[in-house]
């Protein structure tokens, strides 16, 4: 098997693409890090039933251990593929390290290769905005279910362009069919 190839790193941790194994380790950190309230959320309505982009999703490991995440979803946006970001989470106790932003950067810059115009996501502006979202006009997107307009965020891909992401927000396509269990990922 190939070396898996460290996007970014600092001292004593290294950011890679996500491999099959971590999958265990990511959901867990995922569920300390959400709850199961995370099922309820509009955001998981658009991962129901679909795939993260394998691509685009990172792991922050240090001496083996899982210390962070982010994943991608696969969106329609008034009918065209767009992405949203997350979930991103770090492990309790390992915060403040830098690590968030380096998944976030690490999604990003692999995203712009693609052929996505944009992100989306629903957080917290002032943290976001340490890696270029800026929050979108009210009314612009509509998820499919309540969310705060405030914190509808977006990102161009693109150089240069304006933001331009508009319309109702959809799951994009069904790779797995969906259950009353919910989101089964992520
Ligand atoms: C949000 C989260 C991913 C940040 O990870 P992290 O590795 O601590 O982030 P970084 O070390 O890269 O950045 C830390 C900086 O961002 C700031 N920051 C973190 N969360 C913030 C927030 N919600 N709003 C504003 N600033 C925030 C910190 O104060 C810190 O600032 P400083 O550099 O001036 O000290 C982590 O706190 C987490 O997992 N939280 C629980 C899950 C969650 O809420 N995920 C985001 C929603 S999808």
Known sequence: MNAPVIVAESPSWQVRLEAPDDFPSVETLNAESFGPGRFAKSAYRLREGVDPVAELSFVAIEDGLLRGSVRFWPISVGGHEELLLGPLAVQ???????????????????????????????????????????????????????????????????????????????????????????????
């Not at 290769?113 to 270029?132: A, H, N, Q, S």
């Not at 009314?139 to 509808?152: A, T």
């Open 92 to 186: 309790t106790g390992q915060r403040g390290r830098g690590i968030g932003i380096a998944l976030m950067l690490a999604g990003i810059e692999a995203a712009r290769r693609g052929p996505w115009r944009g992100v989306l996501l629903v957080g917290d502006e002032p943290y976001y905005t340490r890696v270029g979202f800026s929050r979108l006009p009210p009314g612009r997107v509509k998820f499919p279910g309540p969310v705060d307009q405030n914190r509808i965020l977006g990102l161009s891909l693109k150089g240069g362009e304006m933001l331009t992401l508009s319309g109702q927000i959809r799951r994009a396509k069904i790779d797995h069919p969906v259950t009353a269990v919910g989101a089964a990922v992520g």
